[in-house]
């Protein structure tokens, strides 16, 4: 017969833990999502500081600090150190002890607003393409060069890809050649000895007495094509824009497959401009 070991255990050692006994660690709860908080950290100095700027542009002649503050509610030793701080960047300047906007404030000034215009512009081509279902252009004769200023496309009716220079090419595409007509003589001959003309593809003009002969025929306002001279498998019109000194122009481009829908789209372009030409005209000096 077995015989169990009964001997005692050790009296001071601590209890035996069961076997398949596990411990309990307490769980901690998952925090609560925090909701997205709506306010929004504002600099108060910054505030402050465009506070001024406001109120300096609205004084032609310029404004002393006590009446920039008190305009502002600003306590005078605060309007102080912002405005030294201003003149010290260069948004502001002062002048016998007036204060007036300086150079950095107007370049702000006259970037957002040639952003306004370019702005515009956009807005004028899309509503010509979407229209017309062509890609637009809208280009400037400006110190001399020929600037594609805005291209509006679609995927399905992209524009034509600028493979050569638009500056030096000119005499090839439609673009170019409106600009040129809306030139005087001397203009033309100073840019073609500048630009000379060269052969783009097979279809184009062979050298500068042709391209100036077939600019003297484009008649005033009338579209000017051209067919593949600058890229192959395109067709372009452009239509003329003059308003004061500055030569500009609006043009569409088609496969040439579709060379015969080219003056007709030329035509409804040139109603569009006609109804668009007030918003149009806000924006030709970009």
């Known amino acids: 017969m ?46 402050r500081a465009m506070r001024l700027l406001e109120r300096v542009a609205e004084h032609e002649y310029g404004a002393p600090a006590k009446q920039l503050a008190r305009e502002t509610g600003l306590a005078l030793p605060t309007a102080y150190h912002l405005l030294r701080t201003l003149v010290h960047e260069g948004y502001l300047r002062r002048d016998k002890g007036l204060f007036f906007l ?76 409106c600009l040129l007509s809306q030139l005087d003589e001397d203009a033309r001959r100073d840019h073609l000895e500048r630009h000379p003309v060269q052969s783009i593809t097979p279809y184009t003009v062979r050298d500068g007495g042709s391209l100036l002969r077939r600019l003297e025929r484009v008649r005033r306002m009338e579209p000017v094509v051209e067919r593949q001279e600058y890229a192959l498998g395109t067709v372009c019109a452009a239509i003329p824009i003059t308003l004061g000194t500055t030569a500009a122009t609006m043009a569409i481009s088609l496969p040439v497959q579709q060379s015969d829908r080219l003056l007709s789209a030329a035509r409804q372009l040139q109603e ?15």
Not at 130 to 146: F, L, M, N, S, T
Not at 159 to 173: I, K, L, P, Q
Request: some cysteine; proline content about 9%.
């Open 102 to 177: 300086g150079e950095a404030a107007v370049r702000l000034s006259s970037s957002g607003a040639e952003q306004k215009r370019r702005s515009t512009v956009a807005d004028t081509l899309a509503q010509c393409r979407d229209a017309i279902g062509v890609p637009v252009y809208y280009a400037q004769y400006r110190d001399g060069e020929i600037e594609v200023v805005c291209v509006s496309d679609t995927p399905g009716n992209p524009a034509v890809e600028e493979w050569a220079d638009f500056r030096e090419t000119g005499h090839a595409h439609a673009i170019g050649q």
């Open 2 to 47: 077995a015989k169990v070991d009964t001997a005692p255990s050790d009296p001071h050692a601590p209890p035996a833990r069961p076997r398949s006994a596990v411990p309990q660690v307490p769980r901690q709860a998952s925090p609560e999502p925090s909701e997205p908080s709506n306010s929004v950290t504002l600099i108060g100095s910054v505030q």
């Open 272 to 286: 569009e401009v006609g109804r668009l030409l007030g918003s149009l005209a806000i924006s030709i000096s970009i």
